[in-house]
């Protein structure tokens, strides 16, 4: 199983069209993590979504996803088989 990690800063949902997968192949788990100014998208398509909870409580935001910690999300990115900005 090869785990892919987007992490997301831009709140323009557009620049993520074409670049990650509608489908993903049973052998990929795709997670995403949102940063910065997107962490309050609620139409990521990804198996599992997350926010980091220091930006979320930095922009006093609302986020649809659940919260992860900066120690847990470089946690996934050591974990991840691919890291993918955008």
Known sequence: ??????????SEVETMYGLMPQDSPEDVT???VLLQDAVSLSNVQAGRVYALAEDV???KATPSAPTVSYPELLRM???ADLVVAL
Not at 1 to 10: A, D, E, H, W
């Open 77 to 79: 990115i050591f974990d």
């Open 1 to 10: 199983m090869r785990t892919v990690l987007y992490l997301i800063t831009k």
């Open 30 to 32: 795709t997670l995403a």
């Open 57 to 59: 409580a930095f922009r």
